[in-house]
Nanobody, 114 residues
Framework: QVQLVESGGGLVQPGGSLRLSCAASGFIFRLNAMAWYRRTPGKERELVAW???????TYADFGKGRFSISRDNARNTLYLQMDSLKPEDTAAYYC????????WGQGTQVTVSS
């Protein structure tokens, strides 16, 4: 059974940082390109960043220079380091494969507010 468990969200002031984690199980993590997505109420879920099994990364324009995706294949864990956070980054953040092959986890809420 596939499980995706996101953590690390919270309330942070504008300009602050957070590091999100995603613990994956039930599939061969190292063979899959993995991604972070986010969703705000009333909007479609959008791709934030993704990383191949070998570590090649791609970012949405809004995250370039501020976000960094990484992975630890030995721990089946995906990370998202978010710096210089803005109020518009407020969203629920989710992980999945690049093709969103598996059921979504519960997500982790990021709120950027002063």
């Amino acid at each position: 059974q596939v499980q995706l468990v996101e953590s690390g969200g919270g309330l942070v002031q504008p300009g602050g940082s957070l590091r999100l984690s995603c613990a994956a199980s039930g599939f061969i993590f190292r063979l899959n390109a993995m991604a972070w997505y986010r969703r705000t109420p009333g909007k479609e879920r959008e791709l934030v960043a993704w990383i191949t099994g070998r570590g090649r990364t791609t970012y949405a324009d809004f995250g370039k220079g501020r976000f960094s995706i990484s992975r630890d294949n030995a721990r089946n864990t995906l990370y998202l380091q978010m710096d210089s956070l803005k109020p518009e980054d407020t969203a629920a953040y989710y992980c999945n494969t690049r093709n969103a092959d598996y059921p979504w986890g519960q997500g982790t809420q990021v709120t950027v507010s002063s």
